[in-house]
């Protein structure tokens, strides 16, 4: 199979209990059907202790406790699936996250999601141009993509004036509303942390004087190789990926760590949900 990554991919490693936001809180844990088979093979007090954390309603998942933490998250923010049975042993969705897939004829394209803190960190920490490792045969996607990355990736240009010009090259127009509007459209949507609204009542305007463009040119260009695809609708996509980058900047203004939290929260609260990301792409980009 042929697999394309972005360059930083390599460097990614789970920072497991130093995690703040650890993704075994708060998320309901699917597990394939393989694993399952495994699990229920496993004798012993640990088989059983993982036969009574599965829940069988609707698809196969853990029983999280009563403070959302996954059964088998220790105290010290460690995984007593892996301390007793091995990494091998996670379902298949702990094994992936953060990374998400997307699939062509020719290779699958795999990236890390900004959902974890790690994750961001080092996606938006990173200084030098993003490229993508492994080999493409282009075609007129991949062609346009790279005119794209090109365009976002053009340091001698602002960057508001680099959005502008992919959302042209993309027959997308961003929406006339205020800062304002666009605050209490996100606040209508449904929201997993009580934080996020917090966060989106900081928004005051997409002025920009920060000076900070690298960490959100990255940004820009995660949003466009994981939204971007050949069957998605070129401008509402683009619209999308102007108007995250420009909510998290003026939340996050020219702090770095402000900028990788609301980043994670970003993701969490309208990537990760379908809902939110649908409601976003078709009514209002």
Known sequence: MNVIVPDYYKDFECIADRCRHSCCIGWEIDIDDVTLSHYESIKGDFGKRLKENISFEDTPHFRLREDERCPFLDECGLCDIIKTLGKDALCQICDDHPRFKNYYPDRTEIGLGLCCEAAAELILGKKEKTYLVGSIESDTFTAFRDRIFSILQDRSVPLDKRADKMLSLCGGEFPHKTADEWRDIYLSL???????????????????????????????????????????????????????????RSIAGGDFEKLVETARMYSSEIEYSDENADILIKKYC
């Not at 990255?218 to 420009?246: E, G, M, N, W």
């Open 190 to 248: 449904e929201r997993l942390d009580d934080e996020w609204e917090n966060c989106l009542n900081k928004i005051s305007d997409f002025s920009f004087s920060d000076g900070n463009d690298v960490p959100y040119e990255q940004l820009l260009v995660y949003f466009i190789y994981r939204h971007l695809t050949p069957d998605c609708d070129l401008s509402k996509t683009a619209v999308f990926a102007v108007l995250s980058y420009r909510i998290i």
